[in-house]
């Protein structure tokens, strides 16, 4: 079982008990993190694009890329500019691939909506 999912604005293919580096997230090492912008989900076989599926993950470092080199230079003009950039990123280890279930909060959410009153106004 694999699933394509959204992590800010950046698509990666996951499983159970994979380790991958994902953009800097704003986590502390050894929490977990869920993810539940699921694009495309694989399970057995059967494909599917509208899954509810919840990416739970665990949080194991925070490091830097390799440096990038940014070198601009104007031949016969004396013009060189040389910048660097590391990129951040995180460390997380893909622990399950759950179905999302609603919440208490949500659930209740939807009673009250669902449930409605009728005030009668009464002439005075």
Sequence with gaps: MYAIVDIKGKQFKVEK???INV???NQKIGTKVE???ILLS????KVSTKSKLKVIAKVISHNFEDKVIVF???RRKG??????HK???TTIEIKDLKTATKTKKAATKAKKTTTTKKVEKSKD
Excluded: A, R
């Excluded at 694989?42 to 076989?45: F, L, Q």
């Excluded at 013009?79 to 660097?84: D, I, L, P, T």
């Design 17 to 19: 008990n994979q380790t």
């Design 23 to 25: 953009p800097k997230l």
């Design 35 to 37: 993810f539940d912008n």
């Design 42 to 45: 694989n399970d057995k076989g």
């Design 72 to 74: 601009k230079m104007k």
């Design 79 to 84: 013009y060189q500019k040389k910048n660097g």
């Design 87 to 89: 990129q951040q990123f």
